[in-house]
Nanobody, 124 residues
Framework: QVQLVESGGGLVQAGDSLRLSCAASGRTFSSYTMGWFRQAPGKEREFVAA????????GYAHSVKGRFTISRDNSKNTVYLRMNSLKPEDTAAYYC?????????????????WGQGTQVTVSS
């Protein structure tokens, strides 16, 4: 069982930056691929970024590539999402997820555990 707690969301202006954090419980954090997803009101949850077990491989949605960076610190059981040049269309609840897979997974079904989410609101 893995419990995930996101933090770092907030209200920012277009062009600003934020860093989201996701702290995981348990001793097996390094056994999980970690992902970030987001869901805007009235829309389906969508993939944002993912990072594999040791952080060597990452994957990004086309809409955030070049602006967002995912990273992890296995010694702190934490995964991060650095978000630069934020746009109003990035407004959503952001969810952290952990999956028992060794690959960078982009679909929600590949993940086994989810956090409660943190809200990011970008004003124009």
């Amino acid at each position: 069982q893995v419990q995930l707690v996101e933090s770092g969301g907030g209200l920012v202006q277009a062009g600003d930056s934020l860093r989201l954090s996701c702290a995981a419980s348990g001793r097996t954090f390094s056994s999980y691929t970690m992902g970030w997803f987001r869901q805007a009101p009235g829309k389906e949850r969508e993939f944002v970024a993912a990072i594999d077990l040791n952080g060597r491989n990452t994957g990004y949605a086309h809409s955030v590539k070049g602006r967002f960076t995912i990273s992890r610190d296995n010694s702190k059981n934490t995964v991060y999402l650095r978000m630069n040049s934020l746009k109003p269309e990035d407004t959503a609840a952001y969810y952290c997820a952990a999956g028992r897979t060794a690959v960078v997974a982009t679909t929600a079904g590949a993940y086994d555990y989810w956090g409660q989410g943190t809200q990011v609101t970008v004003s124009s």
